[in-house]
């Protein structure tokens, strides 16, 4: 009877152990997850920042030709709101891509607007890098002076 008694509070014993192991699992495995999702988050950032450095040194190179700007790119230009948009899109790993493309995930778009007179011409825009979803990873505001 001694020895029943004993082997009933092994079994406890690692059952509790057993519990605490599985708590201790899933703990693991939320950080983790959330860890993936962070790098991946952080991932697509870095690498929209980077599509937008180009995009606007594009820009800036053609003094705020967006056709240009889409060619040097390998993007598209259509038009919204009466302003020209360049459009560029990127697969998952960020290489450029149509927008047709079945790996189609980000897109860059550009948009231009020119103003002024004289022999100073100041072209403005506006550049955002987003998922195909619509969730902005990076907007700012564009400004080239130029010679006319």
């Known amino acids: 009877m001694n020895t029943r008694s004993r082997s009933t509070l092994f079994l406890i014993?690692?059952?509790?152990?057993?519990?605490?192991?599985?708590?201790?699992a899933a703990a693991c495995v939320r950080i983790i997850t959330s860890?993936?999702?962070?790098?991946r988050e952080s991932r697509d950032i870095n690498n929209a920042i980077?599509?937008?450095?180009?995009?606007?040194?594009?820009?800036?190179?053609?003094?705020?030709n967006i056709g240009k700007t889409a060619s040097i790119l390998g993007g598209e230009v259509g038009n919204a709101?009466?302003?020209?948009?360049?459009?560029?899109?990127?697969?998952s790993?960020?290489?450029?891509?149509?927008?047709?493309?079945?790996?189609a995930r980000y897109v860059m778009r550009l948009i231009g607007a020119g103003s002024?007179?004289?022999?100073?011409?100041?072209?403005?825009g506006e550049l955002s890098v987003q998922r195909l979803t619509g969730e902005r990873l990076i907007s700012f505001?564009?400004?080239?002076n130029r010679a006319g």
């Open 116 to 124: 002024g007179s004289g022999a100073l011409l100041f072209i403005s």
């Open 50 to 64: 980077h599509a937008a450095e180009s995009g606007a040194e594009c820009y800036k190179a053609v003094e705020g």
């Open 81 to 91: 709101q009466g302003a020209d948009v360049a459009f560029v899109y990127y697969n």
């Open 13 to 24: 014993e690692q059952l509790i152990v057993i519990a605490v192991f599985a708590i201790c």
């Open 141 to 144: 505001p564009l400004a080239v």
């Open 93 to 103: 790993k960020w290489q450029v891509c149509a927008e047709t493309d079945a790996d």
């Open 35 to 39: 860890a993936y999702y962070t790098a």
